[in-house]
Antibody
Framework: EVQLVESGGGLVQPGGSLRLSCAAS????????MTWVRQAPGKGLEWVAN????????YYVDSVKGRFTISRDNAKNSLHLQMNSLRAEDTAVYYC??????????WGQGTLVTVSS | QSALTQPPSASGSPGQSVTISCTGI?????????VSWYQQYPGKAPKLIIY???KWPSGVPDRFSGSKSGSTASLTVSGLQAEDEADYYC??????????FGGGTKVTVL
């Protein structure tokens, strides 16, 4: 069974940093593009970033470029999102998802990031 | 890039059909067949129900169907059931390694 489990969320002050992790199991992680999608409280979904199977390519939505970094460790079947210079508008539930083709076919349960003083 | 446009709400009685639209532009929905649809219950993760505009992932009932014409994609839920009451989101590839979601549609089963 495919399983994705996020961790690392929490309360952080504006300007602070946080590192999210996603532990993957039940599929060949090293063969899959992976992505982060976020959802602000009561709002819709927003694609944030994705990364190629070998980590050689990564892409970001404009609003997080230069502040967030996606990475992966295929030896540990884990995906990460380093978030720096956090803003109130980054407050959201962050989901990791497997990204075959142009859709997102398996999702984790999400981890809540709250940016507030 | 702006989010794709979905109606905020839709409703139907059990057994009826409801159709949700997802409108984009020529550089996203209109330019690619890579539209997908997701079902989300409150407090839960989204679930893929349609990909590449009209294909079903394994295990998704064929009561859910997708289509696309020009820059508008649609999701139809036939034979509405109480369990179909949820939020539905469309997504499209938008070129340049970017993806967009719609604002979501809340489906109510009357």
């Amino acid at each position: 069974e495919v399983q994705l489990v996020e961790s690392g969320g929490g309360l952080v002050q504006p300007g602070g940093s946080l590192r999210l992790s996603c532990a993957a199991s039940g599929f060949t992680f090293s063969s899959s593009w992976m992505t982060w999608v976020r959802q602000a409280p009561g709002k819709g979904l927003e694609w944030v970033a994705n990364i190629k199977q070998d980590g050689s390519e990564e892409y970001y939505v404009d609003s997080v470029k230069g502040r967030f970094t996606i990475s992966r460790d295929n030896a540990k079947n884990s995906l990460h999102l380093q978030m720096n210079s956090l803003r109130a508008e980054d407050t959201a539930v962050y989901y990791c998802a497997r990204h075959p083709g142009q859709s997102f076919d398996c999702w984790g349960q999400g981890t809540l990031v709250t940016v507030s003083s | 890039q702006s989010a794709l446009t979905q109606p905020p709400s839709a409703s139907g009685s059990p057994g009826q059909s409801v159709t949700i639209s997802c409108t984009g532009i020529s550089t996203d929905v209109g330019g690619y067949s890579h539209v997908s649809w997701y079902q989300q219950y409150p407090g839960k993760a989204p679930k893929l129900i349609i990909y590449d505009a009209n294909k079903w992932p394994s295990g998704v009932p064929d009561r859910f169907s997708g289509s696309k014409s020009g820059s508008t994609a649609s999701l139809t839920v036939s034979g509405l059931q109480a369990e179909d009451e949820a939020d539905y989101y469309c997504s499209s590839y938008a070129g340049n390694n970017q993806w967009l979601f719609g604002g979501g549609t809340k489906v109510t089963v009357l």
